[in-house]
Every structure is written in C-alpha cells, then in structure tokens.
C-alpha cells in the first residue's frame, strides 16, 4: 500500500465530516432548502461520502512535507543575485 494512499484513508473521515458540515449548513440555512431539508439532508450525506475521497486523494500529498518542498523548490524560478 503506498503512502499516498495510507495518509488519504487517514484523512478521508476528517474530510468528509467538514463537506457533509459545509453542505448541512447550507441546506438548513438557505430558507428553500430548508424546506426540502428532509430530501436534500440524504443528498447530502450521500455527496460527503462520494466527494471526500478524491479531496481527500488530492491533499494526501501535501501532507507529506518532506515532498512538497522539493516539488516547490523545483517549480520555482531561481533567483541570481549580484554583487
């Protein structure tokens, strides 16, 4: 198992408890959804799990400081100096 992966799966619960927060409060805060909240509440939870892991998939490797420190440091332009 790769460490991309294991530091993903750890994530994965985290960030998906803040999506389904982010979606709950907009459904109960937007007076019309709120309306409908009984029938958007289980499209909410359904998105949360779907939509966590590929974001939890994308941010695994910059958890990993070590690596994004050299792909940065790769990236950026270098700067001369003179003297």
């Known amino acids: 198992m790769s460490t991309r992966l294991r530091l993903a ?9 803040v999506v ?7 459904v ?3 007076p019309s ?3 409908q909240a009984m029938t958007l509440m289980p499209t909410v939870v ?5 939509l966590a892991a590929p974001i939890a998939w994308f941010m695994a490797p ?3 400081l ?3 420190q050299q792909r940065e440091r790769q990236r ?7 003297s």
């Open 76 to 82: 950026a332009p270098r700067r001369v100096t003179l």
């Open 46 to 50: 359904i998105l949360s799990v779907i």
């Open 66 to 68: 070590r690596f994004w």
């Open 62 to 64: 910059r958890l990993r």
């Open 20 to 26: 389904f927060g982010i979606g709950t409060v907009l």
């Open 33 to 35: 959804f709120s309306e």
């Open 9 to 17: 799966i750890l994530i994965y619960g985290m960030i998906q408890g």
């Open 28 to 30: 109960l805060g937007i």
